[in-house]
């Protein structure tokens, strides 16, 4: 926790039980004070008897059980039910209207660039960090965490050189299947741009994200959207946008909620996008824009209309020998953390 309001960092190590035991001390006295009480939490916990939860639980249990464990020292860590902590990271997978935003902007280059609006709860301002994990047993990573969630839903660097930035999907065609948080997380093991695509492709798919995927070493900049019935992955030739909704092609005619604010933020990314005539793109300029003023890109109205507020704003370079990324917690300032591989320090 940061006492200033700050996005802080942390450091995890050990096996995925003590790993869960440590990100749930990190959030536990604000889940306690500002989470359970709130209506998200109350609405997630009434599909306590979905009986897609079951599936879902023995589906990650079965084949991931490493998570399974972190998720068993997560809801240790936080002193609450297991079955509660689960389905919160089961959230988007149950309820189409699950509290998670984002904007993301993705320039190919030899060496591209994906820039990444983090939104969330607002609640969890200066309660949230960028955490370095050290699992026993698996792939190093740095990533953005929220308070009672496992990582793999924001957006991070792995010690293999993948680079994931992740939006919410609100789909209506959920179904059971693994859990959308627990397929991201499961991408942090991943070596290659190719056997993240292949996960996400091959495996029973409970809800739907968007994910900007890169590597270290590559050109290609990789735009993932899935759902529980689809998986539609394109190479970005172009520089794009993506908010909180299906727009590929293949999957833009599934059932979905789109909000006032993730059409909005898509149409003024897109125009800022076609206004470039040939100049570099800024995605700063893009994702700190407040222009549209009801339902502007950088989010930090208290009354916005899907509660959630922008908490930090990273940008990475991706090149062939290594990841620059800085990370903002506030906007028109200095980077809060300037970023090499897993390394942070405070700018």
């Known amino acids: 926790m940061s006492i200033d309001n700050r996005l802080?960092?942390?450091?995890?190590a050990g096996s995925s039980h003590e790993i869960g035991v440590q990100l749930g001390r990190f959030g536990r006295d604000i889940v306690h004070r500002h989470l359970v009480a709130s209506h998200a939490w109350a609405s997630v916990m009434?599909?306590?008897?979905?009986?897609?939860?079951a599936v879902m639980r023995e589906l990650v249990e079965t084949r991931f059980p490493a998570y399974w464990a972190e998720l068993r020292g997560l809801a240790d860590g936080l002193d609450l039910p297991f079955d509660d902590v689960f389905l919160w990271n089961s959230r988007g997978d149950v309820r189409a209207f699950a509290p998670d935003g984002c904007t993301t902007v993705q320039i190919p280059g030899e060496e591209p660039i994906l820039a990444h609006n983090e939104d969330g709860d607002p609640g969890f301002r200066g309660h949230c960090a960028?955490?370095?994990?050290?699992p026993a047993n698996g792939i190093a990573f740095t990533s953005f965490v929220y308070p009672a969630s496992?990582?793999?839903?924001?957006?991070?660097?792995?010690?293999?050189?993948?680079?994931?930035?992740?939006?919410?999907?609100?789909?209506?065609?959920?179904?059971?299947?693994?859990?959308?948080?627990?397929?991201?997380?499961?991408?942090?093991?991943?070596?290659?741009?190719?056997?993240?695509?292949?996960?996400?492709?091959?495996a029973e798919r409970a809800?739907?994200?968007?994910?900007?995927?890169?590597?270290?070493?590559?050109?290609?900049?990789?735009?993932?959207?899935?759902?529980?019935?689809?998986?539609?992955?394109?190479?970005i030739d172009r520089p794009q946008c993506h908010a909180n909704h299906l727009i590929h092609d293949g999957t833009r005619g599934?059932?979905?909620?789109?909000?006032?604010?993730?059409l909005a933020r898509q149409q003024r990314g897109d125009a800022l996008l076609g206004r470039l005539d040939g100049a570099p793109p800024?995605?700063?300029?893009?994702?700190?824009?407040?222009?549209?003023?009801?339902?502007?890109?950088?989010?930090?109205?208290?009354?916005d209309p899907d509660h959630e507020n922008t908490l930090a704003t990273a940008v990475f370079r991706i090149g062939a020998r290594s990841i620059d990324w800085i990370v903002f917690d506030r906007p028109d300032t200095a980077p809060r953390f300037v970023m090499k591989g897993l390394s942070a320090a405070p700018a």
């Open 8 to 12: 802080g960092f942390v450091e995890i």
């Open 46 to 53: 009434a599909f306590r008897g979905d009986p897609r939860v």
């Open 130 to 134: 960028l955490a370095h994990i050290r």
């Open 150 to 202: 496992i990582p793999g839903h924001t957006f991070a660097v792995t010690e293999a050189g993948l680079v994931q930035a992740v939006n919410n999907i609100r789909s209506r065609a959920v179904g059971a299947g693994l859990p959308r948080m627990v397929l991201g997380r499961a991408l942090f093991d991943c070596r290659s741009l190719d056997e993240a695509v292949h996960l996400l492709r091959t």
């Open 207 to 235: 809800g739907a994200f968007h994910m900007t995927l890169a590597q270290q070493g590559s050109p290609r900049l990789l735009s993932v959207e899935y759902t529980h019935a689809a998986c539609s992955v394109a190479a």
């Open 254 to 262: 599934e059932p979905q909620v789109v909000t006032g604010s993730s």
């Open 282 to 303: 800024d995605p700063i300029g893009i994702l700190w824009d407040k222009a549209i003023s009801p339902l502007p890109i950088y989010r930090g109205q208290p009354d």
